[in-house]
Every structure is written in C-alpha cells, then in structure tokens.
C-alpha cells in the first residue's frame, strides 16, 4: 500500500435546501490537511483530498479515514490538526466527531 492512511474529504456540492459539505468548507478542509501533513512532514505516508458524496450530507462536512473507514461528521477547520494528531499519528479516533452508522 502507498499510503499508510488515506482521508477522504467530501466537496460535494448540492442544490439548497440540503446540506452541502461543498459548500459548507469543503475544499477549506482539504486544503487544511495537506497543508497540516505538510507541516509535520507526513504527506509521503497519509494522503489527504477531496471526493464526491460519502452519503452522509446530513452530518456535513464530511470526511473518511481508510484503512479503517472511520467516518467524521460536522468537521470544522479548527478540528484538523486534532485528527491527525490523535487519529493519523497515534491511531486513536476523535470519539466526539466520529459517527457511528
């Protein structure tokens, strides 16, 4: 495997009235994660960016942590660097952003 993690932020853009992760800082997110693995020199092991509807407009934004298919729900950009430091960097989840399907 290339990537030792691999985060799937959700950019999908909806027509109102449904929530949107798009619209709702999507990109923002990705941008805040690669420049965060960037900074702590990870970008070679855990790879960060956008992708289409995780179906969970609902919680928006978005976003999924593979291998282990940890979903993340209603994430803010001020939530980014506690993910990869508790859930990329010591493989312990953020339990009060993660959801549960």
Known sequence: MKFKKHVFICTNQ???PK???GTEH???LVEAFKQELTQRG???EIRAQRTG???ACAFGPTLVVYPEGTYYGNVQLNDVSEIVESH???DQPVERLK???
């Open 14 to 16: 909806k027509d109102a």
């Open 19 to 21: 929530k949107s992760c």
């Open 26 to 28: 999507g990109l923002a």
């Open 42 to 44: 990870l970008q070679k």
């Open 53 to 55: 509807c995780l179906d």
């Open 88 to 90: 990329l960097v010591n």
């Open 99 to 101: 959801l549960d399907f």
